[in-house]
C-alpha cells in the first residue's frame, strides 16, 4: 500500500532522534561518574562537607537535564551560553564558602553543561571532562594548595607599626606571615581585622625517650 505523504518525514524524524537519544543515553553516566569523582572522591575526602558536595551534584544533573531538553529541542547554542551565563552570576551565599568552594561550583557546572550539550562528540566531552577533573585534583591538591593558608584575623589590639603587627600575627597564628592586609581599624573598641596568608611551621619532631634498664640484684 502506498504511504501517505507525511510518513516519510515521521520515519526520518524518528531516525534523527535515535543517534540523538543513543548519545544522551551515553553521556549520562560519563557526566555522573565525574561529577562523583569531583564531588565525593575528590571534594569531600579533602574538606569533609556534605552539603556543598550535595549541592554540586543537585547542580550538575539540573545543567545537564536542562542542557540535554535544549540539545533535543534544537535550541540555539547561543541560549545555552546564555544558561551558563545566569547560572555563573549566582553567588553561593553563606559565610562559610570560599573561593576554592566556587571553584568546585564552577567544575560542577561546566561538566553538566559539557555533557549534555557536547554529548553527540562523545570524544570530546569525556577529554574535557577528564581535563576538568584532573585540573581540580592538581590545583587542590594538599601538597600544593596546604602550603599557603588564608584567614580573617580579629585582634583585640591596635598596631601602629608592620614590624609589630607582623610579629603578632606570626606568635598567634605559630607561622610564617606571607602577606597580611589591613581590613579595618576600630580605635574606640581597639579593635584590627587583618586579612593573612601565610605558611604554618612544621611540627617539631617528637624524640622518643630513652629509658634505661634497671641493674638486677644477683
Given at each position: 500500500?502506498p504511504r501517505g505523504p507525511g510518513s516519510g518525514g515521521a ?147 591596635v598596631h601602629r607599626d608592620e614590624a609589630r603587627l607582623r ?11 606571607r602577606k597580611f592586609e589591613v581590613i579595618d581599624t576600630d ?32
Open positions: 500500500m520515519a526520518s524524524a524518528s531516525i534523527e532522534e535515535d543517534p540523538l537519544s543513543l548519545a544522551l543515553a551515553l553521556a549520562l553516566p560519563v557526566d555522573l561518574f565525574a561529577i562523583t569523582v569531583l564531588a565525593c572522591a575528590i571534594y569531600y575526602r579533602r574538606h569533609h562537607r556534605t552539603d556543598l558536595a550535595l549541592a554540586y551534584v543537585a547542580l550538575n544533573v539540573g545543567v545537564f537535564a536542562v542542557s540535554a531538553l535544549m540539545l533535543s529541542q534544537q535550541v540555539s547554542l547561543g541560549l545555552a551560553f546564555g544558561l551558563f551565563g545566569v547560572l555563573s552570576i549566582l553567588r553561593l551565599r553563606s559565610d562559610q564558602i570560599s573561593q576554592r568552594d566556587v571553584g568546585y561550583y564552577f567544575t560542577a557546572l561546566a561538566l553538566g553543561l559539557i555533557n549534555g550539550i557536547g554529548s553527540s562528540r562523545p570524544a570530546i566531552a569525556i577529554g574535557l571532562s577528564a581535563l576538568l577533573v584532573a585540573v581540580m585534583y592538581v590545583a587542590d591538591h594538599p601538597r600544593l594548595a596546604g602550603r599557603s593558608r588564608h584567614r580573617l584575623v580579629i585582634l583585640d589590639t610579629e603578632d600575627l606570626q606568635h598567634r597564628l605559630d607561622a610564617r606571615i580605635y574606640v573598641r581597639e579593635t584590627m581585622t587583618v586579612d593573612v596568608r601565610f605558611q604554618p611551621f612544621p611540627a617539631p619532631v617528637a624524640q622518643a625517650e630513652r629509658t634505661v634498664p634497671l641493674a638486677r640484684n644477683r
